[in-house]
């Protein structure tokens, strides 16, 4: 049975395992370095499209944690990264912002509102009845329907806001077609990421916050899957599912190593 010390190289979510309201949680910044100092392949991913991982690096320094851009993959990178094997050169109608559009432009799409080869949908702050409205029509004509995540929601500070999932459920509604899925939780952005790094299933753990997407979809791409209670998972919860994690951990501080000199004050010493 594999365990912890099997594990070379890491994928780990980020909000709810590493930061947390735009702040890191304990643990978050020593384990990047742990990492980093080891020589481990990691990578740290999110269903967000929105951003670049130019942007969302610098975000995250701004949270005050340091994940260098190459070390972060985005459900609209896995899209890219799809639909380039896909069809090499295509062409998308896109409903997103400058995290999927780049993402796309540099595998090599084109982007286009005539006869398209896929209309894709990702993260976005100013959905459009026009856009919405042109989507469907394209798909209605033939277009293939791809999404970036299908997550429902997403936070504010106001309360919810609806996301992804919900613009494809409007998509689906009007067109009859559902939308192949590339983010979490299809195991494919973990193949994705883990070709990225070099790295093969066996030897590779993830970490997250949430059964029904980190933990699930690791499992079925073959990863040790750790869940953190730092998110929204509880003990309760996790009894809820027919699957379990391989590693149920308070947070990722419990994955940080001691030094010699840190094991050794913990150590009780006799009274002299």
Known sequence: ??????????????????????????????????????????????????????????RLRASGLV?????????????????HDQMPG?????IGEAGLITALHDAGFTMTDTDPDFVVVGETRSYSFEAITKAIRLIADGARFISTNPD??????????????????????ATGRVP????????????????????????????????????????EAGLHTVLVM???????????YPFRPDEMLAGVHELVERTPVESELDEPHADV
Request: with cysteine; aromatic share 6%.
């Open 67 to 83: 994940v260098p851009e190459e070390r972060i993959w985005t459900s609209a990178l896995a899209t890219a990264d799809f639909l």
């Open 90 to 94: 295509g062409s998308a109608y896109v």
């Open 1 to 58: 049975m594999r365990t912890r010390a099997d594990i070379e190289c890491w994928l780990t979510d980020m909000d709810g395992v590493l930061v947390k309201e735009e702040h890191p949680l304990p643990g978050a910044q020593e384990l990047l370095d742990q990492w980093q100092s080891q020589g481990v392949e990691f990578l740290v991913l999110t269903n967000n499209s929105i951003f670049t991982p130019r942007d969302l690096s610098a």
């Open 230 to 240: 730092t998110g929204i998972s509880n003990a309760a919860l996790v009894e809820t």
């Open 152 to 173: 429902a929601t997403g936070p504010s500070e106001a309360g919810i806001l609806p996301a992804t999932g919900a613009i494809n459920a409007l998509i689906t509604k």
């Open 180 to 219: 192949y899925i590339v983010g979490k939780p299809n195991p494919m952005m973990f193949r994705s990421a883990l070709n990225k790094i070099g790295a093969h299933s066996e030897v590779t753990g993830m970490i997250g916050d949430r059964m029904d997407t980190d933990i699930v979809a690791g499992m």
